[in-house]
């Protein structure tokens, strides 16, 4: 979309995120049936989730606990008492006819989510974190609809930035930021097939340097990370061809429709629905408590941000690598556990490059914490290689072995008799010995043909198991090739 | 069987049963018999429950027979007003939208009941959703009243003082939102109380007004509703805006009687359009506690004439929120339709009878955007001006007396008029508002012979002062029975 990239030269994207965050809670917000995921329909309700005369929601405290723990994380003002209030709308998979949500007093305000965007350090602002209870499912069958409501009452919160972003990279972005710090507070598991993590767009474009915001929409229905990007590029170039071409964007809720790659008008401002919001009289005002607080503010981790930045600083690891062992928590944990096991910080950036490239070379996609080898066992194989017992590629080797029977790198060393040969008379007689078996490499590196170190380096590993000590071997070659 | 039996009160019966004068199943079959002979001409049941009700007596029989104590309501035969759901016994709301529903739960007051002993008879005639003051606004059919079957028992829980009075139930759950308990207590001559909002449990209570609604017991005798209230009462974790208070122990207060009580007589009670009749009898009500010991002051309550177009707004804006769920798509009646909105149309205009639709229209306007802060809003303020009427008043008393009624139970027919309807309720709607506790005892009759019922309203959380000041309004006055159905098998 090279056009596009021009035309974006004069306009300027706003755009605003709300984000629905499923909570990691076993039951449901406002009863107790389960959460679990792919249970047979309408396997997961009760009288109350099921909306029937005379049931009454009472609210799951541990809701509150995990809402308040991204209220903190992200800096927000946290209500002591907030409310939750009835949002009005009839549909199938809404069984009372109204959701709980909040409205007027929602649990957190303001505050932000930090991110990096190329390089830069950026904070996003955040309008509101609220708490409320999803919707069911409703499934069309031919000319059938069927309703499934496990997903209904499920506790969800919703983030709602200002209009801080700007493109569609930054929107995937922020949506990168907010799915790791959800799942690094523990406060959701974050996983967009599952909707554990719902985007809505609202989009608008202006002329660059125009201060008033141009008329937005609202994009809905964008449940992958490559889908927000997608969509909302889709939706800035859609209206800057509107008032290229001289006309107006109209106020509108838009579905975006991932199959077709499109978006598809929804309904019109006219037809924008009156929520009749009020309190729920069912539900007492929230109150939240010091107990609680003190509980999310003591346990709250190191966030992901500071973290990054600390494994720039402390273990000078350049941005991608410190950015790649930061996008989990248990990643940065566990690199922080081998480096405390090495004791000693000057290992930090070879256990971060191994674990880059071999540790997550072997776990292929899986969460670090199915790791073979456990922190300081990986710790003990890099002191290895840094004090020169043993060589790089060999430690590859130790590591494969330490995989598969989960033994000790010392261990293993020692019974295979893997140890580096880095005693220069035993490698200069092993040297000595190469050369005089191939004269006439000898013969052509002396008249010039350089590259054949590599020949004799190898033949060298060949003849020692990989075991010499390749620095020091190399230097031994050298010297001797020279000396004639 | 013996009027004697059927008017013994439920205190009484459970005695017996204890004692083994008479068996559960006895006592159950005999209130089935009464119910069969006498309910089609009075219209209290809309359900019964022969089969389940013999059960359960029999398993009250078979743990007496054990040697183990059924409960403080052993054997009692009660009836159980239909907008509380009952497991596995169809449950309506007197609302044809909910025709055949049967739930699969019991409301936290009935399983308390039926832990308790108590035999559920069946499910009595209300107002459709409790919405209405005479039992004329059943979505089935009028409940009439046991002293004139031409006069209405009043509503919403028409069904339930009708039953009571009649003797088709030793006692009943009612459920009152803005006097439904009280006010037809008093048209039949019986007693009605409404706890302090949140003693009782809602959860199994369908909701109208939810920040309004409470359950509570009505009965041929304060102990009876004394008794009834002990069993139910007390905190539940199912309903989020029920008092973490223990149930409260009110029968010692039977008692107690009054000397030293301070009884209070609002001014704005006794203006108006008071029946002379009704207004003499109250005061004459006064007259007796004095008699009995206690002293009497006039007090005021100056924001009572907001009461009413306060509940009228918070009442419906709350009903047409609740309602909301009644959509014809997982439970009761469906209306047809090529799509989805004519479905919902179709089903909830063929479903709700017009009082409740008439409130959905009201409560939607009162909670439209930017009518909130008109309506909702203003009306709890006014709700808490309310509030700190009745918290001075009771600076200065312990109690409140007050008519429960304007007049007697009116004609059938008589209040055709929705304002007219509404008006009868005015005594009782500020006790609602204010979430405070109110009891309804006969004091006496009209010239015509018709129940006139006393008010008493008490601090929240303090029933045991509405149930020692009742007493004493009960030995003052003494209980009547219609002669139609006292003098019947």
Known sequence: MSDLATLLESWEPVIGLEVHVQLACESKAFSPSATSFGAPPNSLTDPTVLGLPGALPTFNAHALELALRLGVATGAKIRARCRFARKHYFYPDLPKGYQISQYDEPLCEEGGIELWLGGVRKKVRLQRIHLEEDAGKNLHHG??????????????????????????????????????????????????????????????????????LGVRTELKNINSFRFVHRAIEHEIARQVRILEDGGQVERETRLWDADAGVSQPMRSKEEIADYRYFPDPDLPPLAVDGPTMRKVITTMPELPVPRLERFMREYGLPFDDAALLTDDRERADYLDEAVRAAGDGALARPIASFMLTELLRVLDGQPIAKAPVAPAALAELIALVAGEVISGKIAKDVFAKMCASGEGAQHIVDRDDLRQISDEATLRGLCEELLAAHPRQVEQYRAGKDSLLGFFVGQLMKATGGKANPALSTKLLEQLLAAT | MSAELAYAGAAELARRVRAREVSAVELTDAFLARIDAHDGALGAYLAVDHEGARNRALIVDAMIAAGQDPGPLAGVPVGVKDVIVTEGLVTTAASRILDGWVPPYDATAVARLRAAGAIVLGKLNCDEFAMGSSNERSGYRPCQNPWDLGRVPGGSSGGSAAAVAAGLAAATLGTDTGGSIRQPAAFCGVVGLKPTYGRVSRWGAIAFASSLDQIGPLAGSVEDCALLLEVIAGADPRDATSIDQPAPSLRPALTAGVAGLKVGLPREYFEGALDPEVAAAVRAAGDALVTAGAELREVTLPHTRFALPAYYVVAPAEAASNLARYDGVRFGHRGGGRELAEMYATTRAEGFGPEVKRRIMIGTYALRAGHYEAYYRKAQQVRALIKRDFDQAFEEVDVLLTPTTPTAAFARGEKAAPLDMYLADVFTLACNLAGIPGLAVPVGATASGLPIGAQLLGRALDEVTLVRAGAELERAFGTRRPPAYEGAA
């Open chain 1, 143 to 212: 000319t059938a609809s069927l309703v499934d409501l496990n997903r209904a009452g499920v506790p969800l919160c919703e983030v709602v930035t200002l209009p801080d972003l700007h493109s569609a990279e930054e929107a995937a972005e922020y949506m990168r930021a907010l799915h790791r710090l959800v799942r690094w507070l523990g406060v959701g598991e974050g996983d967009m097939e599952k909707g554990q993590l719902r985007c809505d767009a609202n989009v608008s474009v202006r002329r660059r340097g125009e201060d008033r």
